[in-house]
């Protein structure tokens, strides 16, 4: 059974004696939760040459090293502060493409090490199924555990926002504290699948949400409570990036990034996203998001619900390279 089909039998049997929790999914500013309205819209791009070339125990110290840089850059004590009272915090991992465009275990390792340095208890990576981990080469490590959705199930409450209304995965319920680790990759539909998109792997109902280039609903989705409530970190693998043919894997439009993306403000992280792949697209000679009837209007509908910031301008984006 694919991911499509197995989300379509959800759809319908798992709202069968499901409650309903409603949320203004209006744009009446920004809501309460973990981003709050001091949230420094700051992006970090950390960048290794070489980096999408190593294996083992290399790749994990590389990212290690990236990682150190990158909340080094954002502030010291940022990392702590953000996951402060935190016990249990999962990494929701986009895994649907396998390898290479899926976040590495290597970059799991090493970010789960650097939350227990910090006073997290459990740290667990997840997905939809324990297929699509495995396929990304995700086993039970030291530093965290591994969940597929598909074996401890989903939530009976139903979450609403705008037009949304989905149940969660009990991965997400069962922690309180989310990180959206994604990729450097475009999608046919929603334009860019990289930090927000990636949530669409904790609703029961994701085939629901991708008419109009899958606007608002990427937005609706970050805003669900529980979801907003949990994110406090969003970080992309950009060892290898694509810029055309997603959300699956295609090597004739991937090239090694070599590096990482991570922001406290998923909007920010988004909208610079946006930008490297319509960058990389340009030295391509291949036609805008826009040109290309998939722009991803749906950032600034997530900036105007207050969920982050969306202007370029009021984006400070800071390189490094290690």
């Not at 409650?19 to 999914?25: E, K, S, T």
């Not at 995965?169 to 860019?192: E, F, P, R, Y």
């Not at 894997?249 to 993306?261: C, H, R, T, V």
Request: charged letters at 20%.
């Amino acid at each position: 059974m694919n991911r499509r089909s197995f989300v379509h039998s959800l759809s319908s049997a798992a709202l069968v004696g499901a409650f309903h929790v409603p949320c203004d999914g209006g744009t009446g500013g920004r809501p309460s939760g973990a981003l709050s309205p001091d949230t420094d819209s700051t992006v970090v791009i950390v960048r290794r040459v070489g980096l999408s070339q190593l294996k083992g125990d290399g790749r994990t110290g590389a990212y290690r090293t990236l990682l150190e840089e990158a909340f080094s850059t954002l502030g010291k004590t940022s990392l702590a502060q953000r996951v402060s009272g935190r016990n249990t915090i999962g990494l929701k991992a986009n895994c649907l493409a396998g390898r290479p465009l899926s976040p590495s275990p290597e970059l799991a390792q090493a970010l789960s090490g650097m939350l227990r340095d910090v006073g997290v208890r459990e740290v667990t990576v997840w997905e939809r199924t324990m297929r699509e981990l495995t396929r990304a080469g995700f086993t039970a490590r030291g530093s965290f555990t591994i969940i597929g959705t598909d074996a401890v199930g989903y939530g009976r409450t139903i979450y609403e926002s705008g037009d949304v209304g989905s149940l969660l995965s009990n991965a997400l319920l069962n922690s309180d504290g989310l990180v959206s680790v994604g990729m450097l990759k475009d999608h046919d539909l929603a334009g860019i699948s990289c930090v927000l998109k990636n949530l669409y792997g904790t609703i029961h109902n994701p085939n629901k949400y991708h008419d109009y280039n899958c606007n608002p609903y990427v937005a609706h989705v970050a805003s669900l409570p529980p979801i907003r409530e949990r994110l406090v970190l969003s970080v992309l693998d950009c060892a290898t990036a694509q810029c055309h043919g997603g959300p699956s894997y295609k090597p004739a439009w991937a090239w090694p990034f070599d590096g990482i993306l991570v922001s406290f403000d998923p909007v920010a992280a988004d909208r610079i996203a946006a930008d490297l792949i319509e960058d990389q697209r340009a030295i391509r000679e291949l036609p805008t998001l826009e040109a290309d009837r998939r722009p991803p209007r749906w950032i600034e509908t997530a900036g105007l619900m207050g969920l982050g910031e969306h202007r370029r301008d009021a984006i400070t984006v800071r390189e490094v390279i290690v």
